[in-house]
């Protein structure tokens, strides 16, 4: 469809619906658990691992992701299609608002991150490591100041591909619907996709599945955190995400830690599994929040980015822009 004046078409609705969501997380952050959209998949996700058929563990995990992904991805097609200013028109906004936000936190992942810099920086190591679950799943008893620090920049960063970018990356793409189906198998990877027992077999698609999703919004991640980094640091980054980028385990998170890594200028380790930066001198806790104040950088460069997008070009060329990619 095009204006009167034969110009490019604007995307009001959809961009209105981003920078809602956006405004509902700064300002208010997280839903109660008991309404939190992401909550519902787990708990679907539970009762679906829970009644898993032992013979068919890799069957089974098709199933989860069909039926965790499903009824979220069909909420989103049908609000994105009553886009009325009817009563049930406005009502249907504020819902995809609100399960738009459902999909991304900047907030939360910020928020807990300046928890710990401060317990870090009280010498309260021992309710500074009590954190770190809420951050990574390694085992994280004995762990000093530096490693603490660590941990926390490389969650941080990472976070910012799969609990930020990732979700408005399709929500730039395949609008509501795809926000919400990423996801739902982003929280599905979070909770059974692991190739070690007992979920090397349940879990093999829906970790499969999450690295395809975020193969392309990975490198992205790299981009813009580079040019969220501060001009002198920027070479660096970029240097660094390039070369380190694969020294992590995973296909996808080498690349925004890497970049977070050159960005700050300092040396990322996870004890066992990868060092990033090695030359660079171990972080200080006052790094966690140089950390947070990147990715809160890179976070609006995204969100001006996707907004921007969504206003002025139509679905179709983006799909042509990512093809060219692609296939260029």
């Known amino acids: 469809m095009e204006t009167c004046d034969g110009a490019t078409p604007v995307n009001t609705l959809p961009a209105g619906i981003l920078l809602g969501a956006v405004l509902f997380d700064l300002l208010i952050g997280e839903p109660p658990k008991r309404m939190h959209p992401v909550v519902w998949m787990g708990r679907i996700i539970a009762a679906l691992e829970e009644h ?6 890799r069957l089974w995990g098709v199933i989860i992701v069909i039926l965790t992904a499903a009824p979220f991805t069909i909420a989103g097609y049908l609000l994105e299609a009553n886009d009325s200013l009817t009563l049930a028109g406005i009502a ?11 999909t991304f936190s900047i907030k939360m992942l910020t928020g807990e991150a300046k928890r710990v810099e401060e317990e870090l920086e009280r010498g ?23 490693k603490t620090t660590s941990a926390v920049i490389e969650s941080v960063s990472e976070s910012y591909l799969d609990t930020i ?13 795809g926000a919400l189906a990423y996801k739902a198998v ?19 698609l829906p970790a499969k599945l999450d690295d395809i999703l975020n193969y392309i919004p990975a490198r992205i991640s790299a981009i813009i955190i580079i040019l969220a980094a501060a001009t002198k640091r920027r070479v660096e980054a970029l240097n660094c995400a390039r070369s380190e980028h694969e020294k992590t385990p995973s296909p996808n998170s ?15 380790e996870k004890p066992g599994a990868y060092i990033l930066n090695a030359s660079a001198p171990p972080p200080r806790p006052e790094d966690i929040g140089e950390s947070v104040k990147l990715v ?3 976070s609006m460069i995204l969100i001006v980015l996707v907004a921007a997008m969504i206003y002025f070009t139509p679905t179709i060329e983006r799909w042509h822009g990512l093809l060219g990619i692609l296939f260029r």
């Open 124 to 146: 309260d190591i021992d309710s500074a490591r009590s954190k770190l679950p809420i951050f990574v799943s390694r085992e994280t008893e004995g762990f000093d100041e530096e």
């Open 92 to 102: 249907g906004i504020l819902l995809s608002i609100y399960l738009l936000k459902s």
């Open 165 to 177: 970018l990732s979700p408005l990356f399709y929500f730039t793409l395949l609008g509501l619907p």
């Open 52 to 57: 898993s058929i032992e013979n068919h563990q």
């Open 296 to 298: 809160l950088r890179a």
């Open 254 to 268: 080498g690349w925004p830690m890497a970049a977070a890594a050159g960005a700050l200028g300092v040396r990322l």
């Open 186 to 204: 982003n929280t599905i990877d979070s909770m059974i996709g692991y190739m070690e027992p007992p979920y090397q077999n349940l879990g093999y």
